[in-house]
């Protein structure tokens, strides 16, 4: 069973929605399942500080031993920061999908951002 931890928000393609608290800003990476499924992870393409994104919009792609995989932008807004742990290490998506393998912050265009995200139950119904 995957870890789903209830105070993040999901989207359907399998992404965590942190809010930092600070300016309708969030932190973004993949789910436990998400990591799983994938294997190894070898590769992340992430999208670049400054990128105006929408959300539902392909921001970069994840690579493991098993495919290839489109990151998608669970909200509009602008990427803030992207993690730059992964150019050398993209195993923490796998070791620590939750913390070290975040991949992206952005900074959302509206408060309401992230209301239609999933919480952790529905996620939870969405796997079973």
Do not use: C
């Not at 792609?61 to 489109?70: A, F, G, M, N, Y």
């Not at 620590?96 to 919480?119: C, H, M, N, Q, V």
Request: charged fraction near 25%.
């Amino acid at each position: 069973m995957s870890n789903i931890p209830a105070e993040l928000a999901y989207t359907s393609e399998h992404e965590w929605v942190k809010d930092l608290k600070d300016d309708n800003t969030y932190r973004v990476g993949i789910t436990d399942h998400a990591q799983d499924e994938l294997g190894e992870v070898v590769f992340v393409d992430l999208p670049q500080v400054g990128d105006e994104v929408s959300a539902g919009s392909v921001v970069g792609e994840i690579e493991s031993t098993k495919s290839v995989s489109d990151l998608f932008a669970p909200v509009s807004g602008e990427i803030t920061e992207v993690n730059p742990e992964l150019e050398d290490n993209p195993g923490a998506v796998n070791a620590s999908p939750y913390e070290d393998g975040w991949l992206f912050t952005i900074r959302a265009d509206s408060p309401e951002a992230t209301k239609d995200l999933l919480d952790a139950d529905q996620y939870q119904q969405q796997l079973d």
